[in-house]
């Protein structure tokens, strides 16, 4: 060391690293949230877990194109489908950067397929919840000319065939595959299970008598209206507005009320400033007075939470349906 030079380890150096430190912290912290305050500069990608044409894809693609507008740049729906609706926000919780500029539409298999099979990514951990936004109206339908005239005799036929009489569902772990296990195991009946990548296909299948029935959310709404398609029973607590004929599988002594919420989430680690703006963006899009009546298109209520309370309901509702899996003898071993 020259003469005159500090000693690394003088009080002097010491204090001119502390220093440096700081001022070093204090100019990341700046350009965090400068960073997080241009959120967006371009468009958002929002993934859709489920094939275009469903009613799913309807939905999102309507919330999409009126947040855009308060976001100020376009949302785009991109289709990944698979897993029971897993495949697509499960492969961004792997791939995918925090930084707001790929988000999805989250699913109750989300929070079931995990207990069923191991999968590369935490259904809690791996994700930042924005907001909850719906909930499905559920129904099992079959084409008009089919021989169940309502679901007894659906059941019914079930109990003289075991195994015979069949149902599609969008995904193994989905919410019309489990409530359809729930029904056969409390009307002591066995049926066979068709998964399907998601609900278009499923209604091509069901119109093509290659299914007897269909286990789906109210996609089907305008084929059971326009005479295609019957409508045997919807799984609501409550009847619908829509089809008040309609009766519950509660009421019909199935036990099952099934409504299956959803909403929107990132990948973890997300800086909050770029969630609460997708938060505020979506928020406002669901109060859009077009979104309210595509939702009673759909025969679906708003289901509004933050991101905080969303995050919680899936705590509680991930270790609720551990018990409901393992009641169905579906949970992996």
């Given at each position: 060391?020259?003469?005159?030079?500090?000693?690394?380890?003088?009080?002097?150096?010491?204090?001119?690293?502390?220093?440096?430190?700081?001022?070093?912290?204090?100019?990341?912290?700046a350009l965090r949230p400068a960073r997080a305050q241009s959120f967006p500069g371009r468009p958002v990608t929002l993934i859709?877990?489920?094939?275009?044409?469903?009613?799913?894809?309807?939905?999102?693609?309507?919330?999409a194109e009126l947040a855009g507008k308060n976001l100020g740049q376009s949302v785009i729906v991109e289709n990944r489908p698979g897993g029971g609706g897993t495949t697509g926000p499960g492969t961004m919780a792997i791939t995918a950067k925090p930084d707001g500029y790929t988000i999805s539409q989250y699913p109750m298999g989300m929070l079931r397929v995990p207990h069923m099979q191991k999968m590369q990514w935490d259904p809690l951990k791996d994700f930042t919840f924005i907001l909850g936004v719906s909930g499905y109206t559920f129904g099992l339908t079959v084409r008009a000319d089919s021989p169940f005239r309502t679901f007894n005799d659906y059941i019914e036929a079930a109990r003289k065939d075991p195994g015979k009489v069949d149902y599609g569902s969008t995904g193994i772990g989905s919410s019309p595959h489990l409530l359809m296990e729930e029904v056969a195991i409390n009307s002591k009946v066995s049926l066979n299970h068709i998964p399907f990548k998601g609900n278009a296909d499923l209604q091509q299948a069901l119109l093509g008598g290659h299914v007897m029935a269909q286990s789906d959310a109210s996609g089907w709404g305008k084929l059971v209206d326009d005479g295609q398609m019957r409508l045997l029973v919807t799984f609501g607590d409550k009847r619908t507005k829509r089809w008040p004929n309609?009766?519950?599988a509660q009421e019909l002594g199935c036990g099952v009320v099934s409504t299956s919420p959803y909403g929107l989430a990132a990948p973890k680690g997300m800086d909050p400033v770029v969630a609460r703006t997708l938060h505020d963006a979506f928020k406002k899009a669901m109060e859009d007075p077009r979104h309210v009546e595509l939702l009673d298109q759909l025969d679906q209520d708003a289901w509004y939470r933050s991101g905080d309370d969303y995050a919680k309901w899936a705590r509680d509702t991930h270790a609720k349906d551990k018990l409901l899996i393992e009641r169905l003898g579906l949970a992996s071993k």
């Open positions: 060391m020259k003469p005159g030079t500090p000693d690394s380890t003088s009080p002097g150096s010491s204090r001119r690293a502390v220093l440096a430190g700081a001022v070093g912290a204090a100019a990341l912290s859709c877990p489920w094939p275009a044409g469903g009613s799913t894809d309807r939905h999102m693609r309507a919330l309609v009766p519950t």
